[in-house]
């Protein structure tokens, strides 16, 4: 009785058991299929699963060309250069000046003194030997012309005198004593006017112009030698002699860097090394040089060895008694080398920018999207005023190595070859750079 109790009571719950479990599993599987597109759940839909790999491969790399207009160069001051090949490495640094030889200045003085009546130059004004600087006036030049055309008179007089003295003596009715004193004479007045003759000759004066109708009262004043004034020390109506210069004149052209080499580095330096320096208070621009001589004692106190160079190619800027600063080449090995304002860092790595005939790199979307995004993406500034795009420099970005740096420029080493003779940015990169991060990676 109890066995077939416990019996049907087991086959009633096992029943039940079976009853629910069917339920819910057919609630699951009914589940999973009532799903409908556009629910956000991803079904394994081969469809769907493309457009995930799709937008995973659309990553973008970095941008690596910038397009920039003439007005936007122009607006940022961009300059364009050449990788140039400089010695940078195994050089000796040393001080110095500028400084032009004696021979190559002058002082502009007059030979007589007088009252300053006109100045011909300014200081800057670059003038050639012979050139009038001023004029000079005093009543001593007239008498000086005045007493060369009496004695030009006395002499026609004494050569009559002579004529006729020697004619009485030959004739046996004069002394010779007579024709004596008339010779002495004639030969005192000829050497007198010699004498005036080259006074006026360096006054300037020819003495065939001087006449009673044409004497001169004011003397021209002349440069020595070709060169710039310097400075000029009078103003009209100042008094000066033969010891006072009127103006200063100096002759950059034939400038000197001398520079200062401590007793250390001598050895290592020698007639024909190149030299390579910037002014001191302006180091903008480079200057080159080359060793010409070697001094042999010390320079007063310092310690140090002059060393003479001639200043070779441009000079512009250049001014005596400039300071400056140099670096002697001790070797002829050179390094691609661009200015250091041409390098720019970017994540731990640096970048020169070329001019390139590459594109800006496009990415098309969707159209209904990339016309949006074109809306919002242009720039005004870069279209005329009719709304035509205007033309423009392609800038691409390429990566270096970075070597040693020295006045102003730093060696560089290329990941990837660069065109030969290629235009680089030598100023203005850190903004090229800064338009490209700003794209966010491409253009439209």
């Known amino acids: 009785m ?8 087991n086959s009633t719950t096992l029943s039940r058991f079976v009853s629910i479990n069917l339920v819910v599993l057919t609630c699951i599987f009914s589940s999973c299929h009532s799903h409908k597109e556009g629910d956000n759940h991803n079904h394994d839909n081969p469809e769907t699963s493309g457009e995930i790999e799709q937008e995973t491969s659309q990553i973008e790399a970095p941008a690596t060309i910038a397009s920039l207009t003439a007005e936007q160069i122009k607006a940022v001051g961009i300059t364009l250069g050449k990788v140039e ?14 400084k032009v030889p004696n021979n190559n200045k002058g ?52 050569e009559q005198e002579m004529q006729r003295q020697k004619e009485l003596y030959e004739g046996s009715a004069g002394a010779k004593k007579n024709l004596q004193n008339a010779d002495a004479e004639l030969k005192t007045l000829q050497t007198r006017r010699a004498s005036l003759q080259q006074q006026i000759q360096l006054m300037g004066i020819s ?17 020595p030698i070709d060169g710039t004034v310097s400075n000029i020390i009078v103003k009209i109506g100042s008094y000066v002699d033969a010891s006072t210069p009127i103006a200063e004149i100096v002759d950059n052209g034939a400038l000197h860097l001398d520079l200062n080499v401590f007793e250390k580095d001598l050895p290592l330096l020698k007639v024909g090394q190149t030299i390579h320096f910037t002014l001191t208070n302006n180091p903008i621009n480079e200057y080159d040089a080359q060793v010409f001589s070697i001094g042999s004692a010390f320079e007063n106190e310092s310690k140090t060895i002059p060393i003479h160079c001639n ?5 512009i800027g250049l001014i005596d008694g400039m300071n400056i600063s140099a670096i002697v080449s001790l070797d002829n090995v050179t390094t691609p080398s661009v200015p250091n304002d041409a390098i720019v860092e970017a994540d731990g790595k640096c970048f020169i920018f070329i001019v390139t005939d590459k594109e800006p790199e496009v990415h098309h979307e969707d159209e209904s999207e990339t016309s949006h995004e074109h809306d919002d993406d242009h720039n005004p500034d870069d279209d005329d005023h009719q709304g035509n795009k205007l033309p423009t420099t392609n800038f691409e970005k390429i990566e270096v190595l970075k070597g040693v740096t020295n006045m ?9 070859e660069i065109p030969k003779g290629a235009e680089i940015v030598t100023n203005g990169a850190f903004f090229i750079n800064a338009k490209l991060s700003n794209t966010g990676g491409h253009e439209h």
């Open 2 to 9: 109890i066995y077939s109790i416990i019996n049907t009571i």
């Open 85 to 98: 090949k400089k010695q940078l490495t195994s050089t000796i640094k040393a001080n110095g000046f500028l």
């Open 107 to 158: 002082n502009v003085t007059s030979l007589y003194g007088g009252v300053i009546k006109t100045l011909k130059v300014q200081i800057g004004s670059y003038v050639k030997k012979g050139q009038v600087i001023a004029t000079i006036a005093n009543p001593q030049f007239i008498q000086i012309q005045e007493e060369f055309l009496t004695i030009n008179t006395k002499i026609t007089l004494a």
């Open 207 to 223: 003495p065939n112009n001087v006449s009673n109708a044409n004497l001169q009262s004011a003397l021209k004043v002349t440069s």
């Open 311 to 315: 200043v070779k190619g441009n000079k």
């Open 408 to 416: 102003g420029y730093t060696a560089i080493t290329t990941i990837t």
